[in-house]
Each structure stands twice: as structure tokens, then as C-alpha cells.
């Protein structure tokens, strides 16, 4: 059976892990390596780890981060930050990274999605779009440099863009949902899951496990992507690394597709 995905989504700034609200005010949580090898016990479907440094101070990806993180990592592991060209994203995959998310880069430089597609794989890009709607706004728009520059382009205009470039997956992330933990975008996940044929990925917003079945359930099989879910626990976000055990996926995965749709879905992630 093809089956959505459910992936923590790790944030590092200043070397450490945190978490934002809103994108803001990052507060430190712990050391991503030890956080690794829990998920890594714990058999999480797979990982994404963000740098929101490097991009912002047009640095180099961590490279001596990201080798230590993929040589921890049993899981398949997706690497975003400071990649700018398709040489870096060449490094970042051997050594031992299956996947190079890119965000500002590819709304600045579009050309750079084709290139790296060229160079790694098609299956190995992945496209960030941090996204908020206006005032008045038909449709949330597209934001970079960690929230702070907006686009004035539409998620799924520039969503079936980046489509068309070569990206082989492609995650929305919520600024105004980020670690408000009420739940994920509904709408624009629905939305953006009939713009695309991509494998697509929702970060943004999730508070308990009903919340991804939710997700789920409306969309059928999507990526389920959180961070406060998985790094803090309890009314007082103590933090502890956490995540379902395979029993609970199940579970929610047969409660959110009863009909077993997913063996027909158009965006496979995995099989059981």
C-alpha cells in the first residue's frame, strides 16, 4: 500500500535546535545529532533538517553539520540551507543526504532548479515555499529570506512554476500557522494538491496526531511534516523528542483513508 509520510522537520540556528513562532523569536530546544539518533530509535519515515542561518547570511551549507548528521542519520534525510548552486547540492548528496531543499534560491534563481535537478536527480530537489496571505489577498503569497520578503506571487503560480523547472517534491510551509500548533492549512494544501502532480509536503501548524490524520483525510496521501509536535510535549511545551510509533501511523493513516485510496493516489511517497 502507498502510504503518506510523517516527518519531523528540524530547525538549526547558531549550530543548535530550535523553535520559532511565526518565524520568530527561535528558541533553543537541544542539539540536532541527539535529536537524529531518537527519531532514528523511534523509525520516523524520514527527516528534514533546515538551516535558517545560511541563507539569510548568504553562507555556505554547514558541511561538517550535515556530514555528522548524515552519518547518524538511519533515515532517508533531507538537507536545506545556503545551497545555491548545483556543486553544492553535488557535496550535500554524497555525503549521505538523499535530498537538497531549496528556497529563496529557487524563487531568485529559477535556473538553479534545473541545474540541480541536472546534477543529482530530479527526485532529489525539493522546493520550500514559506507562504502568508495579505489583506485582501486572493491567495496566500510566497515569502523568502525567513519571512521577511515578500514575493507578491501566489503558492500555486509559483508552485506549478517550479514544477515545470525540473523540482521533484515540493513543501508549503505556513508562517502564519509555524508553531501555533492549532492545526495545518487546510485549504491551501487542498488547493495546492489539485495545482501540482508532484509529491508535495504540508509543514506548519500541527499540534496532536488528529491534526495530520486531518491532513490526510483531506488530502490523501501528502507528506504530514511538523516540528513543535515532535519536539515538545504537554500544555507547558516541555521539550521532549517525540514521535508516533509505527502502530500509531498506522492507525491514523487507516483511519484517515479507510477505502485504502492511497493504492491509486498520484503522489506515492512510500510502500508498507
Known sequence: ???????????????GLVKTVGFKSPKYVGDPLNAVKIFNEKEADELIVLDIDAAVNKSEPNY????????????????????STPQQARKIIGLGVEKVAISSAAIENPDIIPGIADE?????????????????AREPEVWIHNGTKNTKRSVTEVATQVEALGAGEIVINSIEHDGQMKGYDLAMAQRLRQAVKLPITILGGAGSLEDIG???????????????LFVFKGPYKAVLINYPSLEQRDGIIRAALPSRQATNDRHPYRES
Open 64 to 83: 561538517k553539520l550535515i556530514a555528522n548528521l548524515a552519518m547518524e542519520c538511519r533515515m532517508p534525510l533531507c538537507y536545506g540551507g545556503g545551497i
Open 1 to 15: 500500500m502507498l502510504r503518506p509520510r510523517i516527518t519531523p522537520c528540524l530547525l538549526v540556528h547558531n549550530n
Open 120 to 136: 543529482i536527480g530530479r527526485q532529489s530537489v525539493v522546493v520550500v515555499l514559506d507562504y502568508k496571505k495579505r489583506m485582501l
Open 214 to 228: 486531518k491532513l490526510i483525510g483531506a488530502c490523501g496521501v501528502v507528506g504530514a511534516a511538523a516540528g513543535s
